[in-house]
């Protein structure tokens, strides 16, 4: 079954760049999008279409992606973008699916 | 503003069945495909079932097909999942998702409605 790969911990200091990856063969041809989750509260967008930022979303959210991996970059972290992140994209290679990525939880300390 | 609200949830036994429903504002509901994602206690997003804007086409993750039926009533603008021969595993907070249809990304989330499976 289509699987999306992703560290369960990331770790950075106030103002560093954090780095945050998903691996999955299909992304080649599908697109990525990213959601943040803070505890306690439902998911929010940051990121979709691979690297396109929703109005609202900081600038420092950022995404990219190439060959089999999207990462999401956030650039100079703040004590408040400490949450889960989520990658999601879809699969239709037999029947079609959608597929979230098992979550990153962001550490900013 | 976009607002989506779930309601419907609860307790219920192994082998029940349970309606969710989701009523949307904000937005032109029958412009957009629909989705149900949940979530069970202490773990990661589970896509769950999406739906096209006019409800012809749906589909469903292998754990629920055949048990759950997701289904819309753009006259109402409400989203439904009707859930029947629930597990323990199917219990999860249930989030409403503005999108989530092909490839168009989930824009916006309910605030999720906890069902519990459980005798």
């Known amino acids: 079954s289509y699987e999306l790969t992703q560290p369960p911990s990331v770790s950075v200091s106030p103002g560093q760049t954090a780095r945050i990856t998903c691996s999955g063969d299909a992304l080649p041809k599908k697109y990525a999008s990213w959601y943040q989750q803070k505890s306690g509260q439902a998911p929010v967008l940051v990121i979709y279409?691979?690297?396109k930022r929703p109005s609202g979303i900081p600038e420092r959210f950022s995404g990219s992606s190439s060959g089999t991996g999207a990462t999401l970059t956030v650039i100079g972290a703040q004590v408040e973008d400490e949450a889960d992140y989520y990658c999601?994209?879809?699969?239709?290679?037999?029947?079609?699916?959608?597929?979230f990525g098992g979550g990153t939880k962001l550490y900013v300390l | 503003e976009v607002q989506l609200l779930e309601s419907g949830g609860g307790l219920v036994q192994p082998g029940g069945s349970l309606r969710l429903s989701c009523g949307a504002s904000g937005f032109t509901f029958s412009d957009y495909g629909m989705s149900w994602v949940r979530q069970a206690p202490g773990k990661g997003l589970e896509w769950v079932s999406a739906i096209s804007r006019s409800g012809a086409t749906t589909y469903y993750v292998d754990s629920v097909k055949g048990r759950f039926t997701i289904s819309r009533d753009n006259s109402k603008n409400t989203l439904y999942v009707q859930m029947k021969s629930l597990r323990v595993e199917d219990t999860a907070v249930y989030y409403c998702a503005k999108g989530g249809f092909r490839e168009s990304p989930f824009d916006y989330w309910g605030q999720g409605i906890l069902v519990t499976v459980s005798s």
């Open positions: 279409e691979d690297s």
């Open positions: 999601y994209s879809t699969d239709s290679s037999v029947n079609y699916r959608g597929v």
